[in-house]
């Protein structure tokens, strides 16, 4: 007989309704545990699992399975004695999740006092049907009856009468005993009502029924979603209001119904007015109905095929110059086949046969494009898991091979892949949060108003969720990218400032300078393309604070894009650049064109019949026309991404700077949407993603090299004793310090320009278009609930309340401060800022790492640490551990290296906070 796990088991696999408090006891023990080993092999192995031929292949395997091994036989009164166990107060329910999962399997009938009974006989049943029988007999009844249909089964027989009904009644008991509680009023409708309602069962069993009757629903077979919503508005306008209104009218935290008193309270009761009737009232789990409705998978709905021509209708958009290019191509080779046409061949089939082959040749090498990519896609899965298995919290060399292979493949496929997908994304999360803002204005709804306002804001939430998981990818490049930048500063920071203290310590400062301006110039010093930006105190923006003590951190420039500058080049050098492109480009095209010209010949040939066939393979043919034409259309996509580029440009500067943006349309002009901001930094951040990773490999590289130079200077100094860097001329120190400040500039323009501004912005907006419809489903609680920006908004905790500014702690109390207190007293400090921006959801663990390592102050670096110390060992942020020692240690790594801090000695937090996180 298959096995019957037991209701522990059961319930600590998460799913179906949860026995107990999901925040307490094992059961959430086991979850966090679970949520924190939640890592980049983990998703990867998810996403693999979702391609249509890893799906292929499981469900082979499982039919395989089953046939190899099928289910054991057993009696059905048996099982339904076993199964009864989960449930022994209600057997009914047994019996219609039995009915649920088995399908024909098992028969029910109806006995003569009206109870579901089921035919005796024995049925094949797998272990995983049992605990789906287990779980959804958990469920409260409401749910099993929608469990129903979202299946498309019609309930059995008999489940309104000996499921439903009792649970409308015991929820009718509640509600009345609940109302001594909140003190509402009870209007003379409802009291009309009670007096009808009675207090026989066979009454209560009578009205009820008439009431079920009247919203449509006769029997089982008419039982739909819409009718239960009509037949609950009429229970509470006729009878009493359910406890979660009455929760939300009084705006009174008590305790849920297993719980409430019976006797008469002893505090004032409210003084409220009598609540505004609405028509209508939807509880959680009608929501949540609608919720799983939303979040449901199946691929031909309505709203993923409008998903999908919304995505066609992008990707077009995006690529208006490559469309207008290739129809500009498809023209002129229609007109060169008329001027020119084959021999024997009419001017019109030439023109027809040439756009044929034209269409077919881009068709061919498109798909095949994208094919090799999607290989790629998947292989690069699968190396993804394979470099990503090391720790990210050690920043020794053992780690930086994986690390650099890891950021690879990040790379590619976020380049060909993920952008995209965190476009399409967040343009879906913007049209729906409009879309809601514009439902939520409406004050006075109407029933299918209110239904259709919960279904878009829980498909709102499925689009955040989408949003987040695209973003996964992109976030853990720029944590790697963040972590490699770190390293290249710090690994070999210390022994370059005992070079400076040696060696320009106390040089006088115009003759500083003048060596170092003498040797900015050299071979060795132009990074990438890039130069150092001489001019009027530039050794102040090149060279970091560490190395110039002279001043105090407060009278510091910060580093910027003037430190560095792109290398000037010629006329004629650039010019060689060009044609080196174009001759590339058109030896591409030719052999291209070459294997499609002899792929269409061996179907020619394999099509033909006789005894003499020729296999002589086409040989590339250059035309005069063919070259004019390819170096006419080569500089005209040459002119028009160059132009394109220094447009988007311009819009990103004004996206930085929150600066409004217009852009034409029929008539006039019109405000650009988000999502088009969000479309011009992706185009931009996909072509700056490649280079800048390519300069941060070797700038690693580099920084290694720097460091053989400093150990073997060392080393030679030792030999020849003279003290720790004598044996390193003063220019070739001045070299290595400058080489390793610009390749920080370089990194930090590149990381901060618009890769970073696309990975901030999305963020950004995302999480601002969070708070507006929050902000406008709270404002329209009195039409739907009270908390209905649950899930989009975070609720203010008690101790988050508190207005009044603190006076800073003394050092001997931070020690006994819980995390939460010690977060208060540093909330309007960049390091508290960037904690509670976290733990509000507004940027992510990359994002957060990155603003992270530009603090830039030891104080600020400390006390985070410290309110890190401390919030690891408080059990509220356990689903957090992994994050939090992250960052704890990039930042020991920043100060042991950065600031020859000594080991400070962490306060020990004694509160257990709520985590908002």
Not at 229 to 243: A, G, Q, S, Y
Not at 271 to 278: A, G, H, M, N, V
Not at 301 to 315: F, P, T, V
Request: aromatic share 8%.
């Amino acid at each position: 007989m298959p096995r019957i796990p037991s209701a522990d088991h059961i319930s600590s696999r998460g799913a179906g309704f949860p026995l107990s408090d999901p925040g307490t006891g094992q059961h959430a023990t086991n979850i966090r545990k679970k949520k924190a080993a939640t890592n980049t092999i983990q998703v990867a192995e998810r996403i693999e699992s979702k391609h249509w031929h890893n799906r292929l292949i499981s469900f082979c395997k499982k039919k395989i399975n089953r046939i190899i091994h099928p289910p054991q036989s057993v009696e059905v009164s048996d099982l339904v004695d076993d199964l009864t166990k989960h449930n022994p107060k209600n057997p009914q329910k047994v019996l219609a999740a039995l009915k649920l999962h088995t399908g024909r399997s098992v028969k029910l009938h109806r006995s003569e006092d009206g109870r579901l009974g089921i035919s005796d006989g024995k049925v094949a049943i797998s272990t995983e049907t049992i605990e789906a029988v287990v779980k959804s007999s958990q469920l409260s009844s409401m749910d099993m009856a929608y469990e129903y249909l979202r299946k498309g089964e019609k309930l059995p027989e008999g489940f309104l009468q000996q499921i439903i009904i009792p649970h409308i009644q015991r929820k009718i008991r509640l509600a009345m005993q609940y109302e001594k509680t909140s003190r509402l009023p009870v209007i003379q409708q409802q009291l009309q009502g009670r007096q009808q309602y009675g207090v026989r069962p066979e009454q209560q069993y009578k009205y009820i029924k008439d009431l079920l009757k009247k919203a449509g629903i006769d029997d089982e077979k008419s039982f739909t979603f819409e009718r239960m919503l009509e037949f609950k508005k009429e229970l509470r306008n006729n009878l009493v209001l359910p406890i979660e209104e009455q929760k939300s009218a009084t705006d009174n935290n008590v305790q849920g119904t297993d719980h409430v008193g019976l006797t008469d309270q002893q505090h004032t009761p409210p003084q409220l007015p009598e609540p505004r009737k609405t028509g209508h009232f939807i509880e959680k789990e009608d929501r949540k109905h609608i919720q799983k409705l939303a979040s449901g998978e199946r691929f031909f709905s309505k709203i993923h095929l409008k998903d999908i021509g919304n995505r066609i209708k992008r990707a077009l958009l995006r690529n208006k110059r490559n469309q207008i290019i290739i129809f500009f191509g498809l023209v002129a080779g229609a007109i060169l086949a008329a001027i020119f046409p084959p021999a024997g061949m009419a001017i019109g089939i030439a023109i027809a046969v040439g756009l044929v082959t034209d269409i077919g040749y881009l068709v061919f090498w498109s798909t095949g494009t994208a094919l090799w990519r999607r290989v790629r896609m998947i292989r690069g899965l699968k190396q993804i898991k394979k470099y990503a298995d090391f720790d990210y919290t050690n920043f020794d060399k053992s780690n930086d091979k994986k690390r650099k292979k890891l950021i690879e493949k990040l790379r590619y496929r976020c380049t060909h892949k993920t952008f995209t997908e965190i476009y399409n994304a967040y343009a879906e999360l913007e049209k729906q949060a409009i879309k809601i803002e514009k439902m939520a204005e409406k004050e006075s709804k109407t029933f299918a108003e209110t239904i259709a306002l919960v279904k878009e804001r829980a498909l709102y939430s499925e689009r955040r969720k989408k949003l987040k998981a695209n973003l996964f990818f992109f976030d853990k490049l720029i944590e790697n990218v963040v972590i490699s930048r770190t390293i290249l500063e710090n690994r070999h920071i210390n022994d370059l400032e005992d070079l400076w203290n040696s060696k320009f310590k106390d040089m006088p400062d115009e003759e500083r300078e003048k060596l170092f301006k003498s040797v900015s110039r050299k071979k060795q010093l132009i990074i990438h393309g890039h130069q150092i930006k001489t001019g009027d105190k530039w050794m102040q923006r090149i060279i970091p604070h560490w190395m110039n003590r002279s001043q105090s951190v407060e009278d510091q420039r910060s580093p910027d894009e003037t430190a560095i500058e792109p290398t000037k080049v010629s006329a004629a050098f650039k010019s060689a650049g060009v044609l080196k492109e174009m001759a590339q480009d058109f030896f591409y095209k030719q052999i291209k064109k070459t294997l499609f010209a002899n792929l269409v010949n061996a179907f020619k040939i394999a099509g033909k019949r006789g005894n003499t066939i020729n296999i002589t393979p086409v040989a590339p043919k250059v035309t005069l026309d063919g070259a004019l034409c390819f170096v006419a259309f080569f500089f005209a996509e040459m002119a028009a991404d160059h132009a394109n580029t220094k447009i988007n440009e311009k819009r990103m500067a004004k996206i930085i700077k929150k600066q409004p943006d217009y852009t034409r349309q029929l008539f006039g002009k019109r405000l650009r949407t988000g999502r088009e901001e969000v479309g011009t930094l992706r185009s931009l951040a996909k072509q700056q993603v490649e280079p800048m990773i390519d300069h941060l490999l070797q700038s690693i590289a580099s920084m290694e090299e720097i460091g053989e130079k400093l150990e073997d200077a060392k080393q030679r100094s030792e030999l020849l004793n003279k003290g720790p860097f004598g044996a390193m001329s003063n220019e070739d120190a001045a070299i290595l310090i400058l080489k390793h400040a610009a390749l920080q500039q370089l990194l930090d323009k590149e990381i901060n320009s618009a890769f970073g501004t696309f990975h901030r912005v999305v963020q950004e907006k995302t999480f601002s278009w969070n708070k507006k419809v929050a902000r406008k489903l709270i404002d329209n609680s009195a039409q739907v609930i009270s908390s209905a920006s649950e899930g989009l908004g975070r609720r203010r905790t008690p101790q988050a309340a508190w207005a009044a500014d603190l006076p800073p702690y003394p050092h001997n109390e931070i020690q006994r401060l819980s995390s939460e207190d010690f977060l208060r007293s540093i909330r309007d400090r960049p390091c508290g800022c960037l904690i509670i921006r976290f733990r509000r959801g507004e940027i992510s663990e990359g994002l957060a790492l990155k603003e992270i390592r530009e603090l830039g102050n030891l104080d600020e670096l400390r006390d985070l640490r410290t309110w890190i110390d401390k919030a690891q060992k408080e059990g509220s942020y356990q689903k957090h551990e992994e994050t939090l020692k992250l960052f704890n240690s990039i930042i020991t790594y920043i100060i042991n290296t950065k600031y020859k801090s000594s080991p400070l000695q962490h306060p020990i937090g004694n509160q257990r906070p709520i985590d908002p996180v």
